[in-house]
């Protein structure tokens, strides 16, 4: 399993790389080709028809795009961080052996909208003002999922949610944290931020590392609601697209939050 990820992840992250050099417009609609994937995936989790909901999916996708430059890109970003505070508290609820869960296949499905719309504005409003942003955002997960992993494996004792996720663990989040806190002071240093600036974006992405773990558990928390591990097969090694975008679905739109709150946009 170990090697399925490494060689998938071998693949992918030259392909996102390159796919951030492109123009927003063109990025704009290769990612909302991930966004349809992880919508007809969580049709699958949420008992909808996958077509009719990935063609809504699609048709809402165009329209925000057609209607971009209207759109108060502030707004969406704070209802999304309201949505995602209300995520924890089904999370902490479920933890205690209170399901607060919608059941009906139509909430589940405006939460859709909630999870995967959000990010793709976010990270589309970030590449079009600095790419290097998206870059340090995507590393940023990238170094906080690769500390859980080897750090949980090898030391992973206290468990996070055992009756959400029981592979998760307290010290899995501990090297979470200090390998991503690395990865950011490190990049404050070399961009020669001034120290309450550095203070104030060590803490943005302190709470951007624990929003991307209120995702991957919100997941795993649908997937256990109705028996799946995986949300598909298309990665092998790693599920589904949004197994792999989990995390991203509530990082970005507050990471994006608080870039604009800081005025480091």
């Known amino acids: 399993m170990l090697k399925q990820r490494i060689f998938t992840a071998i693949v992918l992250i030259p392909i996102i790389l390159w796919i951030l050099t492109l123009s927003s417009q063109t990025l704009a609609w290769v990612m909302a080709i991930f966004v ?15 077509s009719i909901y990935s063609l809504l999916f699609g048709l809402s996708l165009f329209i925000i795009y057609y209607f971009w430059s209207y759109i108060n890109i502030d707004y969406i970003l704070y209802i999304a961080c309201l949505w995602w505070l209300i995520a924890l508290y089904w999370i902490l609820a479920y933890q205690q052996n209170h399901n607060h869960l919608p059941t009906s296949p139509l909430i589940k499905a405006v939460l859709g909208f909630f999870i995967l719309i959000p990010p793709w504005i976010a990270l589309l409003s970030l590449h079009h003002e600095d790419r290097q942003w998206v870059i340090f955002l995507l590393v940023l997960i990238w170094s906080a999922d690769i500390g859980a992993y080897f750090t949980g494996k090898k030391w992973g004792q206290t468990k996070l949610a055992d009756k959400i996720s ?4 307290w010290e899995g989040v501990a090297g979470a944290l200090f390998i991503s ?18 203070l104030g974006f060590m803490l943005l992405c302190l709470i951007t590392v624990i929003a991307s773990i209120i995702g991957d558990l919100l997941e795993s928390l649908f997937k256990r ?22 995390s991203l679905t509530s990082a970005a739109p507050i990471f994006v939050l608080g870039l604009i709150i800081g005025k480091l946009l």
């Open 225 to 246: 609601q109705v028996g799946m591990k995986d949300s598909s097969q298309i990665l092998p090694g790693h599920g589904g697209v949004l197994d792999r975008i989990d």
């Open 166 to 169: 029981p592979g998760k663990s």
């Open 181 to 198: 806190l690395l990865v950011a002071l490190s990049y404050a240093i070399f961009n020669s931020m001034p120290l309450m600036t550095l």
């Open 36 to 50: 349809l994937i992880g919508a007809w995936e969580w049709a699958g989790l949420s008992n909808l028809i996958r």
